[in-house]
Structures are given as structure tokens and as C-alpha cells.
């Protein structure tokens, strides 16, 4: 499985306007909806059980990034965004800094494997200090795009 599996071009957001996490989480799903990803009916109950999962626990895992994730019985097919924050966003991360890059994955219900398996690659991904660095830098979504190529081609 690669990032370009899962991840909606069409739905990558390289300037996110939102400056909370709520915000942010909404427009990336309202973003993810508008690219056909996902019905326009499922944008309230998935971002509904986004939140909830924020309130359980942070997803804000440190080092800038965050990692919004549910599995939700409307979501067909795994399905998956980033959102770049220039100003950073407080989600209450677990090293109490600000989030600068948002990946947003969602999964359906009964395919756990594929979820961990997707969640696993994203995570290999921002474990890489220069990949973190040349995400927050790319202001366009091709910018974004193209590095998402590249750590599928393991460069």
C-alpha cells in the first residue's frame, strides 16, 4: 500500500483557512466531499466522530503533525487528505506545540487490516524529519502532491 492509494489529490488542501482544530478537520473533510470522495450526506456524521475521537485523545501526535483518523459505516473506500496550517493550529498535541500538517484518513468500519496498514504508512512517512520539513514548506497542492510521489518511490 502507498500513500496515492488512499490520499485524494483532488482533496489536498495546501493553505488550510481554519485556525482551530475543529476548523481544520471540517475543511478537510468538506474537502474531501467536494472532490466526490465521500457524499455530501456523510460530511456531519463523520465529522461528528472525528471530533469525538479528538476529544478521547489527541491525534496531534508532536513534531507538527496530526493525524485525524475514524473508521465511520459511511465511508466506502478508504479515503485521505493533508492539509497544510502556515500559522499552526493548537490540537493539543502531545509535545504541546503547534500543528503545521494535518493528514485526515478516513476508513470503512469492517476493514481494520487496511486502516492500520494505511495509518502505518503515514506514520513511517512523518517519522522522517525531512519529509515534515518539505511538507511544511510545499505552499501548492502539486507541491504536496509531488512529495507524496516521492516517499512512495522512497526517495
Known amino acids: 500500500m502507498k500513500l496515492k492509494d488512499f490520499i485524494v489529490r483532488e482533496a489536498v488542501v495546501p493553505v488550510l483557512e481554519a485556525g482551530d482544530r475543529d476548523g481544520a478537520i471540517r475543511e478537510l473533510v468538506a474537502s474531501l466531499a467536494k ?70 484518513l478516513l476508513s470503512p468500519e469492517n ?18 524529519d525531512m519529509f515534515r520539513k518539505f511538507l511544511r514548506q510545499s505552499e501548492t497542492r502539486e507541491a504536496i502532491v509531488e512529495l507524496l510521489d516521492e516517499a512512495d518511490q522512497g526517495k
Request: charged letters at 15%; zero cysteines; a neutral charge.
Open 35 to 104: 472532490a466526490g470522495a465521500i457524499g455530501n450526506e456523510a460530511v456531519e456524521p463523520i465529522l461528528t466522530a472525528l471530533i469525538k475521537r479528538e476529544q478521547t485523545g489527541s491525534t496531534g501526535f508532536g513534531k507538527g503533525v496530526a493525524v485525524p483518523h475514524v473508521k465511520h459505516s459511511s465511508v466506502n473506500k478508504m479515503v485521505g487528505t493533508v492539509g497544510r496550517s502556515v500559522g499552526g493550529i493548537d490540537f493539543a498535541a502531545l509535545d504541546h506545540q503547534p500543528v503545521y500538517s494535518i493528514f485526515l
Open 111 to 128: 476493514q481494520p487490516q487496511q486502516h492500520l496498514q494505511a495509518m502505518n504508512i503515514v506514520f513511517t512517512n512523518l517519522q522522517d
